[in-house]
Nanobody, 123 residues
Framework: QVQMVESGGGSVQAGGSLRLSCTAS??????MGWFRQAPGKEREGVAA???????TYADSVKGRFTISRDNAKNTLYLQMSSLEAEDTAMYSC???????????????????WGQGTQVTVSS
């Protein structure tokens, strides 16, 4: 059973930055991604990255967030800059091993999940 543990969440003012990390146990997953869920809203995909480092972003975070991964450390990162109040949510990392040239942001494709880390952005 793969375990995924997030860290790096916290509170920040609008315009600030945070870096999230997610360490996974077990073998290196084909696709890894970040999802977020705000109160009263559905979980949405934020960014995903393939084992070959090809990245996909939600339109709402393009140009502000950068996803990366270190396959040797089996660790996923999300660098978040120019944060907005609308970015406030519980952020979770996820992974799956279905081969894909590009890793998508459909949550149902992912079958391994972390518990999440809270990000709060105050305006």
């Amino acid at each position: 059973q793969v375990q995924m543990v997030e860290s790096g969440g916290g509170s920040v003012q609008a315009g600030g930055s945070l870096r999230l990390s997610c360490t996974a146990s077990g073998s290196t997953a084909t696709c890894m991604g970040w999802f977020r869920q705000a109160p009263g809203k559905e979980r949405e995909g934020v960014a995903a990255i393939s084992i070959y480092h090809t990245a996909t972003y939600a339109d709402s975070v393009k140009g502000r967030f950068t996803i990366s991964r270190d396959n040797a450390k089996n660790t996923l990162y999300l660098q978040m800059s120019s944060l907005e109040a609308e970015d406030t949510a519980m952020y979770s990392c996820a992974a799956h091993n279905i081969w894909a040239q590009y890793c998508g942001l459909r949550r149902n494709d992912y079958n391994m999940w972390g518990q999440g880390t809270q990000v709060t952005v105050s305006s």
